[in-house]
């Protein structure tokens, strides 16, 4: 059998796919956590919280609706999309023209009440959530066996993380978002609402964190507390990719699901920690991330 360092390749090749489709979600709630911070400089830390909705939305659908995970698919990123256009109308509008600290704070103080609701609701334990028929069963690639699931994952995330930088930095509705950011007045002039923009904007970003927590949900199981064990990591996704930078998010969230998945196969022990020791060394490098632009 082939080795690499002693390593099995079969096992060096798996360890690769799964770190592959753990950065999958790494780059959907970055790319969200991305587009919130870069076009309206607020510091999102609800976002785990608002992924946890996602799939505790998938869950009660399914449950209580009948609703299988197709429709869940579309319907919890809106559900929690409005729920984001709420917050963003009657709380972030308040402090937008406040410093980073503030909004960091609220979004703090509103991940904490949501996860405190659904776990004296729901406990910690986790719930089940089937994988949807269409999408059970596994690959035989020779070196693994995949599953179909999460196959899907991968793809899907692949196609949705590059749609969105695609409309935001080549289309001309991201070119007028990014206008609206940098020179609200100007681009209200030409007629545009503004305010609706921004909204949308922040609603658009949570909804790709609803989105990856119903795709997560039938890997990780629905808990209260899917959300918070991951927006650290998430958080150091963007810092390394560049704050506010749509490309870093997603090329970070991937190549970082890639160094965790084979850390944990050469140096097992530090692959909790892994992350971590590159943002440090990207920060002492290059203060602004690797995509990030100087003020």
């Known amino acids: 059998m082939t080795t690499i360092l002693g390593i099995p390749m079969q096992a060096l090749l798996g360890q690769i796919l799964i770190g592959l ?19 309206l400089n607020i510091i999102n830390f609800a976002h785990g919280a608002l992924y946890m909705l996602g799939a505790f939305a998938a869950w009660l659908l399914l449950n209580y609706l009948g609703v299988n995970y197709w429709g869940a698919l579309i319907l919890s990123p ?3 999309g409005v729920l984001a256009v709420a917050m963003e109308r009657y709380m972030l509008r308040r402090i937008y023209k406040l410093d980073h600290i503030y909004g960091l704070l609220l979004t703090f103080g509103t991940a904490l009440l949501i996860e405190g609701v659904f776990r004296n609701q729901f406990g910690v334990s986790g719930l089940a959530y089937p994988i949807p028929a269409q999408l ?10 995949l599953p179909n699931y999460r196959a899907w994952v991968l793809v899907a ?22 206008a609206a950011t940098e020179n609200p007045k100007l681009v209200q ?3 545009i609402n503004v305010p609706l923009m921004i909204t949308l904007t922040y609603a658009f970003g949570v909804a790709l964190a609803a989105l990856a927590g119903v795709m997560a949900a039938p890997i990780y199981q629905v808990s209260p507390v899917m959300g918070s064990n991951i ?14 930078s749509i490309l870093g998010a997603i090329v970070s969230g991937f190549g970082l699901g890639l160094i965790e998945g084979l850390t944990k196969v050469f140096y097992p022990e530090a692959s909790s920690t892994v992350i971590f020791v590159v943002m440090a060394i990207v920060l002492l490098v290059k203060p602004t991330g690797l995509f990030g632009r100087a003020e």
């Open 21 to 39: 489709i753990n950065g999958a979600f790494y780059a959907l709630l970055s790319l969200g956590l991305a587009i919130i911070f870069g076009l």
């Open 78 to 80: 809106f559900i929690v």
């Open 136 to 145: 059970q069963g596994v690959q035989n690639l020779g070196f693994i066996f």
């Open 157 to 178: 995330s692949l196609f949705i993380c590059f749609a969105t930088w695609f409309l935001i930095e080549k289309t001309r509705l991201g070119s007028y978002l990014r």
């Open 189 to 191: 002039a030409f007629g």
């Open 231 to 244: 927006i650290i990591v998430v958080f150091a996704v963007v810092v390394i990719g560049g704050m506010g």
